[in-house]
């Protein structure tokens, strides 16, 4: 974590008049080198002073996405209506991008804390003494109604339903043919995600990173110039590699992997077989064995709806007058 950069929750107004429950990640002028500022700030070729990523993982009201407490979650929804309907939000809204998610599962790493959540129909699979308010018989649970641990560093400024529950649609990281492709910096986060972003292939030393699944059941990490056409998932701990004596950096900064992926019970799916996967990421309320903040899967194609896939909108601001406005004591704001 830099210390120049501060993170509070704020109320702000969407360009439909909805409230949104934010955490803000702020930083002031004059109070950093750009050289160190997080990607999380870097927007096509911009620092921004300000990103927000919602508390609460979205409603639906009227067709737009809204980040408000004792909601039930939007579901069944692709990833490109998804990223639609955050760009209905208004200017600088869109759909979270993987940067954003990844800032903060390494800020919570950093913090030394575990990300808690809905895992377990209702419950955390990992204790059960945590729960949330189940709203149906599946498991699922009402947004607002969480533990402190459960949000992302267990603080009520923190963001909450990173770990279960639902699934969640992220931009900016795909498979190509089991090639990992992602957009530099938080490039993603263009309003509406109406662009076409510029895929950038990962590699290691010249070579493209790969993940598949292999005919054994594993998933296999590579940078083989030839690899299996096929899927599967395994617990992170399970990972193998091929022509790698380690996991690369560009696997942790992308949020493939944790650090401490050999420890990881979380679960990681890829697919080799498909033009391009799109990604899911921090599993769902019956994730009992697999089911982890870090959790990815990589094998849905755009098209796809599932019941525990939902979507989570953030905001981006380029006028620090915006973000003061934010700061003011109990302010609400329109952005």
């Not at 913090?111 to 808690?116: A, E, K």
């Not at 599946?138 to 009520?156: F, I, K, M, Q, Y």
């Not at 083989?224 to 990972?239: Q, T, V």
Request: charged share 25%; net charge negative.
């Amino acid at each position: 974590m830099k210390e120049f950069v501060k993170k509070k929750a704020v109320i702000v107004m969407d360009s439909a008049g909805l409230p949104n429950y934010m955490t803000m990640f702020y930083m002031e002028p004059g109070t950093y080198e750009p050289e160190d500022v997080p990607e999380l700030f870097k927007i096509r070729n911009k620092i921004v002073p300000a990103v927000l990523v919602s508390q609460f993982t979205n409603t639906m009201i009227k067709g737009v996405p809204a980040s408000l407490p004792y909601q039930q979650p939007k579901h069944t929804i692709s990833y490109d209506e998804a990223a639609a309907a955050c760009g209905r939000k208004g200017k600088g809204w869109h759909l979270m991008t993987n940067t954003e998610f990844v800032y903060l599962l390494h800020e919570a790493e950093e913090l030394g804390h575990t990300i808690g959540g809905n895992t377990n129909y209702g419950s955390n699979s990992k204790n059960e003494q945590e729960s949330g308010v189940r709203y149906d018989s599946a498991g699922r649970t009402l947004t607002g109604c969480d533990p402190l641990t459960w949000s992302h560093d267990g603080t009520a400024d923190g963001v909450f339903g990173l770990c279960g529950n639902f699934w969640e649609w992220v931009t900016g990281l795909r498979l190509h043919k089991g090639v990992v492709e992602y957009t530099p910096n938080n490039d993603a986060a263009v309003e509406g995600y109406t662009e076409k972003p510029d895929w950038t292939v990962a590699e290691v030393n010249g070579r493209p990173l790969k993940l598949y699944g292999n005919s054994a059941g594993d998933v296999v990490m590579s940078v083989a110039e030839e690899i299996e056409e096929n899927w599967e998932g395994c617990h992170m701990a399970d990972l193998q590699l091929e022509e790698l004596d380690e996991v690369p950096e560009i696997a942790y900064k992308l949020g493939i992997v944790p650090h401490d992926w050999k420890h990881e019970t979380a679960g990681l799916w890829a697919d080799s077989e498909l033009e391009e996967s799109v990604p899911i990421r921090g599993s769902s309320f019956l994730s009992t064995s697999i089911g982890g903040a870090g959790a990815l899967r990589l094998y849905y194609a755009r098209s796809d709806v599932s019941g525990n896939v939902s979507l989570r909108s953030a905001l981006f601001l380029e006028d620090w007058e915006l973000v003061t406005e934010l700061l003011k004591a109990g302010a609400t704001a329109h952005a």
